[in-house]
């Protein structure tokens, strides 16, 4: 106890002596008592005048602040809206409050969205790996388009929401799965593999002298092409050549097809223009056999006034026989080769066959890509050079390699349509909501219009044809202008107000389409279809207009 007292004092002596020689004196008296009391007041003293100067001092600083604020303040609070000042800060903090809120809201719909992308894509791997054999491949098509679909929908809506947070070029602490680059795209509107390899041909080898008159008259030009490729097929059974109608009897071909074209194809004299045959025959040339494949509802559906137009050009010809006595083009039965070898082989030199438009025969045959005839080249009718050309030249000047062909038939088409069961004839409106949807499933940005209606029509059409608030351009061809040089070689030979050669103009545009959207029960579409199936250029989308559904509105009969 006594020690721990002693410390204390001993330290608290060190301390004051301590303090003492920096202030006080040297000479000082030595008695304990009186230097304690002595060093004691002094710096009491010391502490009060120590405090005096800095209360003085404190004082003179306040002084001088409560003078000189006012001469700061005033200023400022006359060229400042205080109020507004304190309300932007409020607004402020309320924003970055909302801005944060709003951040954090977008990043959860993002991994929300990355999470249904997942899952997207998984469905996608475990669903397409094999396409199922009890789905049709357009209803393979549909489901795959609609699911890929919705995952580019996933992709752009995560793009929209991360497109805030872009710094420069990048997106910051975001990844977007990219289905185009993740292998997860693919051609909904492709073209179809049509198995070439696999066809079923005949040789067509023409014996010396041996000819085939093609008779086709139902129709227009369409018709007759259909009806000349089913005579090229009669001529390739029977071993003949095949003696083209002259323009004066029938259309003029040399104008819309190449007849040495399908000579080079098939490699030999196969065809030969009506000129030609006169030539060989001395301008008077006989057709010993003149054979009827119909017999109803007249033999071989040609007229008397036909008969006399093929006299006025030097041919004779006897009485004209049936195939068969009870067959009606209304109802055409189905024909072998070998019911086609047993009525129609003769050792004759010149047969001619009344029109076989209508006639049924091998039809899977026949309807093959490229023809039932063997043949070097991708089809054996098809347009003229001079207006593939033409053609070629319109789609670089006006619609590019992605565009959709429309034949859109109206003149005559509304009654014909009528007696048809389901009619064929829709409503603008209606048909414009089938061609808008093939624009989105085809994703193609321009149509190229084939049509014979009135500008009313079409004008109407063209306003209903839009897709994300986009009007897609409805494109025809337009009338000559001597500025433009798509059509220059038309005009070069003499052929560009031609109906005929301005209706294959439009088949062979048409053909070269992306993809095509033809007239049901039409042979100017079917044409087309024919061309494209042939050239390798038909898609998985091309259909007829609004197919699978009929009109919403048909008008009564007379």
């Known amino acids: 106890m006594d020690r721990h007292s002693s410390d204390e004092d001993d330290d608290r002596q060190t301390l004051i002596h301590q303090n003492d020689t920096k202030h006080l004196p040297r000479q000082i008296s030595t008695s304990p008592r ?111 388009a609609s699911l890929l679909k919705q995952i580019t929908l996933n992709k752009h809506i995560q793009q929209t929401l991360l497109s805030p947070h872009k710094t420069g070029n990048t997106l910051q602490n975001a990844t977007v799965l990219d289905p185009a680059y993740a292998g997860y795209s693919f051609d909904r509107c492709r073209k179809g593999d049509l198995k070439f390899s696999e066809r079923r041909t005949i040789e067509w080898k023409p014996k010396p002298n041996k000819f085939l008159f093609a008779i086709c008259l139902s129709g227009q030009m369409s018709n007759h092409l259909i009806c000349l490729e089913k005579h090229m097929f009669f001529a390739a059974v029977l071993n003949r050549a095949l003696v083209i109608p002259s323009s004066k009897f029938d259309y003029q071909y040399n104008r819309v097809l190449d007849t040495e074209h399908i000579n080079d194809c098939v490699g030999k004299k196969a065809v030969i223009p009506f000129e030609d045959f006169m030539e060989m025959k001395k301008n008077h040339a006989h057709i010993d056999r003149f054979i009827c494949y119909f017999s109803s509802p007249q033999p071989c559906y040609v007229d008397e006034e036909h008969l006399k137009k093929l006299r006025s050009l030097g041919i004779s010809m006897g009485k004209l026989e049936s195939a068969w006595k009870n067959e009606n083009i209304k109802k055409p039965s189905q024909k072998t080769i070998k019911d086609l070898e047993e009525k129609f082989a003769s050792d004759d030199d010149v047969i001619a066959i009344g029109d076989v438009f209508f006639a049924e025969m091998e039809r899977d045959w026949v309807t093959q890509p490229g023809g039932p005839i063997a043949h070097k080249c991708k089809t054996l009718i098809e347009p003229s050079k001079l207006i593939l050309l033409t053609a070629q030249r319109f789609i670089q000047t006006f619609l590019g390699s992605n565009f959709i062909a429309l034949h859109f038939r109206r003149h005559g088409f509304l009654k014909f349509c009528n007696a048809k069961k389901p009619s064929c004839f829709y409503p603008i409106p209606q048909a414009a909501d089938c061609i808008t949807r093939m624009v989105e499933r085809a994703n193609t940005p321009i149509i190229y219009l084939s049509t014979d209606a009135a500008e009313s029509e079409t004008g109407l059409l063209q306003s209903m044809v839009v897709l994300n608030g986009k009007t897609i351009p409805l494109v025809k061809r337009p009338p000559r202008n001597s500025a433009e040089k798509w059509d220059a070689l038309l005009y070069r030979h003499g052929i560009e107000d031609d109906p005929q050669v301005e209706a294959m103009l439009d088949k062979t545009i048409c053909a070269m389409a992306s993809v095509f959207i033809g007239a049901p029960g039409s042979t100017f579409t079917e044409d087309i279809l024919r061309l494209r199936k042939d050239w390798g250029t038909a898609s998985l989308c091309d259909e007829y207009l609004c197919q699978g559904e009929g009109p919403n509105f048909i008008a009564s009969e007379e």
Do not use: M
């Open 34 to 144: 009186a230097s304690t009391a002595s060093r004691s007041g002094f710096h009491i003293e010391e502490l009060e005048s120590q405090i005096r100067r800095r209360f003085k001092l404190t004082f003179n600083k306040r002084y001088l602040f409560a003078i000189f604020l006012p001469l700061v303040l005033i200023p400022i609070f006359l060229s400042t809206d205080i109020r507004s000042l304190f309300s932007s800060n409020i607004s402020s903090l309320k924003f970055n409050k909302v801005s944060d809120q709003l951040k954090e809201s977008q990043l959860q719909a993002l991994y929300l969205l990355n999470q249904q992308l997942t899952s997207l894509l998984s469905l996608w791997n475990h669903t397409f790996v094999n396409s199922n054999d009890n789905v049709s491949a357009v209803q393979f098509d549909d489901i795959k």
